[in-house]
């Protein structure tokens, strides 16, 4: 592992205790920090992340910044680079 991909799986680590991430959501997160596309994407493969509770944990948050419909609350875990059934499973621990 370089020094690059070090800091960047710790950096991941560092935003996951805190708050949730879609995998693309990660990358794109320390992308922004300056980290390359390559130590992001090696980071976020390197992490112990579960990207349906990272979902899991997504969804009430949007609920609690405004009214979603099911389908619209789906459409926005996708929108944040959750897959197709992270999102659903996300949604389903909501209760919706």
Do not use: K
């Not at 995998?23 to 112990?48: C, H, K, M, P, W």
């Not at 948050?61 to 059934?85: H, M, N």
């Amino acid at each position: 592992m370089t020094g690059g991909q070090h800091n960047a799986v710790r950096a991941a680590n560092r935003y996951l205790d805190y708050s949730s991430f879609s995998r693309q959501g990660l990358i794109d997160q320390l992308t922004y920090e300056d980290y390359s596309t390559e130590d992001a994407t090696f980071a976020v493969d390197n992490v112990a992340a579960d990207w349906n509770e990272q979902a899991a944990l997504s969804a009430p948050d949007y609920l609690d910044y405004t009214a979603f419909s099911r389908q619209s609350l789906v459409d926005q875990l996708i929108y944040e680079g959750f897959t197709p059934d992270q999102a659903q499973c996300g949604v389903d621990q909501t209760g919706l």
